[in-house]
């Protein structure tokens, strides 16, 4: 496995704003790492938060004005050559729930939605078709690092 974080002065800050479940922190602020500094970034802070479902949908509310809980919200506050600074949200509810729908481990699914956070971070966009089979190649690169297989199959 590729090691990541030894030529950066990239920083990232994970909170579990919940009670239910135990995360892997190490997992999550490897995930971010290999995302942002493959995309060139050097410098910079991420946060991520892990939270519940209720927290989630305010906070979709409160900046996207979509009345739901998500997976996960991501938010550029700075982003300039090398260096980013951005906040990650995700649901460990919506993690849970979804893992069960699915078939496999929730804290695969939870380090996918940061997978695809960190990924928003840093210009990648779902907005259309082409663009979401990019996104899921790029997640289906960065979960095979971890020795797992994307849910989703990649469109021929």
Request: proline residues 2%.
């Amino acid at each position: 496995m590729e090691h990541y974080g030894a030529n950066t002065m990239l920083s990232v800050l994970i909170t579990n704003e919940q009670s239910n479940y135990e995360i892997a922190a190490d997992r999550i602020e490897q995930a971010v790492k290999q995302v942002v500094e493959e995309a060139g970034i050097v410098t910079g802070d991420v946060s991520v938060a892990v939270v519940d479902d209720r927290t989630i949908h305010e906070l979709n509310i409160q900046y996207l004005n979509h009345d739901y809980p998500t997976d996960v919200l991501s938010f550029v506050l700075e982003y300039a050559e090398e260096h980013l600074e951005g906040e990650i949200v995700v649901s460990v509810d919506m993690a849970v729930d979804l893992a069960k729908d699915y078939g496999w481990d929730w804290q695969n699914e939870l380090l996918l939605y940061v997978i695809h956070g960190s990924l928003h971070l840093v210009g990648y966009d779902d907005k259309n078709p082409e663009a979401k089979v990019g996104m899921q190649e790029a997640e289906r690169r960065h979960l095979k690092r971890f020795g797992i297989k994307h849910r989703i199959e990649p469109v021929e």
